[in-house]
């Protein structure tokens, strides 16, 4: 059973960036993928993005496509979403999540985080 845990939510201004991480409480293999979901308040849980093992090939929901980047250092279990000009419209729980490369490419997940707070507010 993977434990995901992340960290870096926050309030912040229109405008601001903000960076979140996430670490998994043991090693994966190479079949393994990390990513991000959100939810806002009264919405659906949404993709954000997601990364392989090796952090070459990462997917992005059409929502935060040139606005998020989702990194991970090649074969460490730490991801990161670096997240720019947000906006009121970003504000949700930001979840980890990680799983199967074929099924976190597909924007589904075997592993969730707790989730983090972003609040982008003036």
């Known amino acids: 059973q993977v434990q995901l845990a992340e960290s870096g939510g926050g309030l912040v201004q229109p405008g601001d960036s903000l960076t979140l991480s996430c670490a998994a409480s043991e090693g994966t293999s190479t079949n393994i993928g990390m990513g991000w979901f959100r939810q806002a308040p009264g919405k659906e849980r949404e993709f954000i993005a997601a990364t392989n093992w090796s952090g070459g090939t990462t997917y992005y929901g059409d929502s935060v496509k040139g606005q998020f980047t989702i990194a991970r250092e090649a074969g460490k279990n730490v991801v990161y979403l670096y997240m720019n000009n947000l906006q009121p419209e970003d504000t949700a729980v930001y979840y980890c999540?990680?799983?199967?490369?074929?099924?976190?490419?597909?924007?589904?997940?075997?592993?969730w985080g707790k989730g983090t707070l972003v609040t982008v507010s003036s």
């Open positions: 999540a990680a799983g199967l490369w074929t099924k976190m490419a597909r924007r589904s997940a075997d592993y």
